[in-house]
């Protein structure tokens, strides 16, 4: 596995590589390392790491905004070495795309495994999100639509199908999504009639 280890610990990279060897011989090879200051999004483009490792002296210090803009822009499993227990720093730290806070010998000690797990969680957490994404997507859609039909009923005194299937023949003709010639009802109604 490729690790990007982030961290301000002149050691580290040391204690990193003394534990990377996994119990089936395979090797976590670290190919990148930054500070914590360092454009994280940059370096990790560059690498194209599996995992990313952060073991900083001072956590409540770290740049837990970086880390976050670098999980919207290029999702990362990360793993966050630290022995401040505090639930505050733990929290900026899930918030900022974390999936892993562990104390810094028990990560070192079993680190091959803990990459792993961390990077299944990560895969785990990304097919979760998507599919959330999409459930909102098909509400968001639904109530549109739902929406619009009334818009339509109301204006033409149609029925509720046939509501429907005017907006649906209106999204074929002009090749759009259905939620968008949804979207542009609701905006004319509410320009024509000056809501919202």
């Known amino acids: 596995m490729r690790v990007m280890l982030v961290t301000d610990i002149p050691d580290a990279l040391d204690a990193v590589t003394a534990h990377a060897q996994g119990s089936d011989g395979a090797a976590h090879e670290v190919v990148a390392l930054a500070a914590p200051h360092d454009t994280l999004a940059d370096k990790a483009r560059e690498a194209a790491p599996d995992v990313l490792v952060v073991h900083v002296a001072k956590p409540d210090e770290f740049p837990f905004a970086d880390l976050q803009r670098l999980s919207e822009s290029q999702p990362l499993p990360v793993m966050f070495l630290a022995d401040d227990e505090r639930p505050e720093i733990m929290a900026q730290a899930s918030r900022a795309g974390v999936n892993a806070y562990l104390p810094v010998e028990a990560g070192l000690k079993a680190f091959p495994t803990l990459a792993e797990w961390t990077r299944a969680q990560f895969l785990i957490m990304r097919e979760l999100k998507k599919l959330l994404k999409e459930k909102e997507d098909k509400l968001a859609d639904r109530i549109a639509i739902e929406r619009a039909k009334g818009i ?45």
């Open 152 to 196: 339509v009923m109301k204006l033409k005194g149609l029925e509720e199908d046939t509501a429907y299937h005017e907006i649906r023949k209106l999204a074929m003709k002009r090749s759009q999504p259905m939620r968008v010639v949804a979207e542009q009802i609701i905006d004319t109604e509410n320009l024509v009639f000056c809501k919202g």
